[in-house]
Each structure stands twice: as C-alpha cells, then as structure tokens.
C-alpha cells in the first residue's frame, strides 16, 4: 500500500476512535481510554497531530479524557488582562497550566 493512503486511513481511525472516546466517555471510561491510547499510537507511527479541538481534552500521561467533573477539575485564576486555566487530571493527578489573555473592551 502507497504511504499516502495509509496516512489517510490512518486520518480516518484516528477520528474514528477519537469520536468513539467521547461518545463512550459516560458509560465506560476505560474503553475511553483504550480509544485515546490506541489513536496516539496511530498518531506516532505516522507523525500526524490531533485536531486542534482535541488537543487539550486529554492527558498526556495517562489518556484520559478531561471532561468535567469525572476527568478533571478545572480552576480559574488571575484578574485582569491574563487569566490562567488550571486543569487537573483527576485519574493521574497531573496539572496543566494554560495562560490565556482576554481582550478587555
């Protein structure tokens, strides 16, 4: 099989997969996981990204989905012009810190 069709199949487990994580997230998380895990090692072999909407909604060590409140825990700190969003993964404990600056009118 030529490479670029299998980037394009590739393409297409990795949404499907990751379409399957989010609509099973409720009722067996990990089977989430499992789907988040296996898309990443698709990701890898081929280097390709995650779409830029999936990209912040799971753990980078652990896989799992953070949607609130099973996921994560999500805090918002600062005033003013920078704001940082805390996100902490409730299954591994790892803390991601996004700073985000808001346009003030």
């Known amino acids: 099989m030529k490479k670029y069709k299998q980037i394009d199949l590739a393409k297409q487990r990795i949404k499907i997969l990751l379409d399957y994580a989010l609509k099973y997230y409720k009722i067996n998380k990990q089977f989430s996981k499992n789907c988040v895990y296996h898309a990443y090692k698709i990701k890898t072999r081929f280097n390709l990204k ?56």
């Open 50 to 105: 995650f779409p830029k909407d999936f990209r912040s909604l799971y753990c980078k060590s652990c896989f799992n989905l953070l949607l609130p409140p099973d996921g994560a825990r999500i805090r918002i700190e600062g005033k003013g012009k920078k704001i940082k969003i805390i996100t902490t993964c409730l299954d591994c404990g790892r803390v991601i810190r996004k700073e985000v600056e808001r346009k003030i009118y």
